[in-house]
């Protein structure tokens, strides 16, 4: 089975802090991706990259940046911290042949408080 | 462009009754459409997907739905609710946009199931 690991479950960092979140995938998916999630507002897509160190911005970009300097590894960085900024962050992967007949593959989360 | 709006915020059924979740659907081609399922403190799982072949789509734990392109309708049912069905829903419709597939998601029905 395809495994989306993302680093932290909990984290907790104070306003202005720089925050790193990690995600590594282990099916060589070309596609990556982060949302965060919202109640009411289902999931949001902040970034995705669809290749080694390539990001094309989703649709709530600003306030974040991200790194993908290998295949396997996405990274979204918070570059200040802000109390709006609290949320539960998801990563995903998919292969680009085989997303539209199954989907994406999602980590566990990532819930993030600024304090 | 494509959207998708689930009906119902919340869904409340007692164990071993039917299950209804709602999902609308606005596309302007064929559409791919999901649901995942969200369990408490957990990552999106898959449970059922249309990627046009049959309209009637059987997924994991006994729940399926059915496509229906007059209404833009993809409902998710199950026949008999069980306690671990409690969990949150969210209907997904895939956009290609680029060199990948777009998820689109509904803002969630939570379903709660009492004994």
């Known amino acids: 089975d395809v495994k989306v690991t993302q680093s932290s479950r909990y984290l907790v960092k104070r306003t202005g802090e720089k925050v790193f979140l990690e995600c590594v995938q282990d099916?060589?998916?070309?596609?990556m991706f982060w949302y965060r999630q919202d109640p009411g507002l289902g999931l949001r897509l902040i970034y995705f990259s669809y290749d080694v160190k390539m990001k094309e911005k989703g649709d709530i970009p600003e306030g974040y940046s991200v790194s993908r300097e290998k295949k396997e590894r996405f990274s979204l960085i918070l570059e200040s911290a802000s109390t709006n900024q609290t949320s539960m962050y998801l990563c995903?992967?998919?292969?680009?042949?085989?997303?539209?007949?199954?989907?994406?593959?999602f980590g566990s989360g990532t819930r993030l408080t600024v304090v | 462009a494509q959207s998708v709006t689930q009906l119902d915020s919340h869904v409340s059924v007692s164990e071993g009754t039917p299950v209804l979740l709602r999902c609308n659907y606005s596309?302007?081609?064929?559409?791919?459409l999901f649901w995942y399922v969200q369990h408490p403190n957990k990552g999106l799982q898959l449970l059922l997907k249309y990627t046009s072949a049959a309209t009637l789509v059987k997924g994991i734990n006994g729940f399926e739905a059915e496509f229906k392109k007059s209404e833009t309708s993809f409902h998710l049912t199950k026949p008999s609710a069980h306690m671990s069905d409690a969990a949150e829903y969210f209907c997904v419709v895939s956009s290609p946009s680029g060199g990948y597939n777009k998820l689109i998601f509904g803002a969630g029905t939570r379903l709660a199931v009492h004994p």
């Open positions: 596309s302007s081609y064929s559409p791919s």
């Open positions: 099916m060589d998916h070309e596609n």
């Open positions: 995903a992967s998919s292969s680009v042949y085989r997303d539209r007949d199954y989907g994406y593959t």
